[in-house]
């Protein structure tokens, strides 16, 4: 496989690998109440 869909080889974007390492941390980290955040406003319409 050589590109995805898009056209564009998301490992070769700059900067990705800390942007999905903020994002994970974001997610985790309970202060920042991320998690809730996406449940809230993502997947709690589908799944009500």
């Keep these: 496989m050589q ?9 070769k974007l700059p900067m990705y690998g ?5 994002l994970i941390i974001y997610l985790w980290y309970p202060e920042t109440k991320g998690i809730g955040y996406v449940y ?5 319409p589908f799944v009500a």
Excluded: C, P, Q, T
């Excluded at 590109?3 to 490992?11: A, E, L, M, T, Y």
């Excluded at 809230?40 to 709690?44: C, D, G």
């Design 3 to 11: 590109n995805s869909d898009f056209g564009v080889n998301i490992g």
């Design 18 to 22: 800390e942007m999905k390492l903020a």
């Design 40 to 44: 809230n406003a993502m997947l709690r």
